[in-house]
T-cell receptor
Framework: DAKTTQPTSMDCAEGRAANLPCNHS???????VYWYRQIHSQGPQYIIH???NNETNEMASLIITEDRKSSTLILPHATLRDTAVYYC????????????FGPGTSLSVIP | DTGVSQDPRHKITKRGQNVTFRCDPI?????LYWYRQTLGQGPEFLTY????????KSRLLSDRFSAERPKGSFSTLEIQRTEQGDSAMYLC??????????????FGAGSRLTVL
C-alpha cells in the first residue's frame, strides 16, 4: 500500500468547511483512497473512499486530484462533534488484509 | 445488527496476570482484525482472521499474546503474564470479503487495558 502524508493537526471554526489534505504521491492506478476518523475513546469510523472521481456521501466529500497524488477530505459544515483524528489510507481495492494506520490529522473544531 | 461488540470495555489488572478480551463481529462479516492503540498513536495491526483461519500475525504479537476465532464467529485475544507495556486500547474490527470495490472495516469501541 502506498504511503500517505498528512498534517499533524488542524483547527477549523464551527460551521465552516474543514478541508483535510493528504499526499499519496506513490499511489498506483488500482489503489483506492480511504478516510477514517476516530473520535476520542471510540474505535475508528469509516467515512468515505474513492479511486479517481470525486465522491460525496452524507458525511463528507472526497476530492482527488487528476494525477491522484493527493486528495482532500471536506467536511462542509464542521461541528464540535467532528473533532477527531482523521486517517487517510491508500490500499488496493482487492486488498483484504491489514489496514495500516498512520498518525493521522488531529482536527479541532473551535466554537 | 448492533455492530462490532467488544467486552470488557475496561480492564484493570496487576502485572503478571492473564487477561482475555472478546470480540463479536458483525454476523455476516468473515474477516476479523485485532489492533492495539496507545495514547497519541494510530492503531497498530496485531492479527487478522478469515473465518476461523488466522492469516497474519504482526511481529508486535509476542508469544504472550494469542488470538482465536474457533467457529469463525466471535474472537478472543488473550494476553498472558501481562506487563505494564501492554496497557493500551485493544480494538477489534470486522469486514466482509467482496469481489470488487471497497473493503471497509467496522470497528468496535475497544477494550482498554490498564496494567498496574
Amino acid at each position: 500500500d502506498a504511503k500517505t502524508t498528512q498534517p499533524t493537526s488542524m483547527d477549523c471554526a464551527e460551521g465552516r468547511a474543514a478541508n483535510l489534505p493528504c499526499n499519496h504521491s506513490t499511489i498506483s492506478g488500482n489503489e483506492y483512497v480511504y478516510w477514517y476518523r476516530q473520535i476520542h475513546s471510540q474505535g475508528p469510523q469509516y467515512i468515505i473512499h474513492g479511486l479517481k472521481n470525486n465522491e460525496t456521501n452524507e458525511m463528507a466529500s472526497l476530492i482527488i486530484t487528476e494525477d491522484r497524488k493527493s486528495s482532500t477530505l471536506i467536511l462542509p459544515h464542521a461541528t464540535l462533534r467532528d473533532t477527531a483524528v482523521y486517517y487517510c489510507i491508500v490500499r488496493l481495492s482487492t486488498s483484504y488484509d491489514k489496514v495500516i494506520f498512520g498518525p493521522g490529522t488531529s482536527l479541532s473544531v473551535i466554537p | 445488527d448492533t455492530g462490532v461488540s467488544q467486552d470488557p470495555r475496561h480492564k484493570i489488572t496487576k502485572r503478571g496476570q492473564n487477561v482475555t478480551f472478546r470480540c463479536d463481529p458483525i454476523s455476516e462479516h468473515n474477516r476479523l482484525y485485532w489492533y492495539r492503540q496507545t495514547l497519541g498513536q494510530g492503531p497498530e495491526f496485531l492479527t487478522y482472521f478469515q473465518n476461523e483461519a488466522q492469516l497474519e500475525k504482526s511481529r508486535l504479537l509476542s508469544d504472550r499474546f494469542s488470538a482465536e476465532r474457533p467457529k469463525g464467529s466471535f474472537s478472543t485475544l488473550e494476553i498472558q503474564r501481562t506487563e505494564q507495556g501492554d496497557s493500551a486500547m485493544y480494538l477489534c474490527a470486522s469486514s466482509v470479503t467482496v469481489t470488487s470495490g471497497a473493503n471497509v472495516l467496522t470497528f468496535g469501541a475497544g477494550s482498554r487495558l490498564t496494567v498496574l
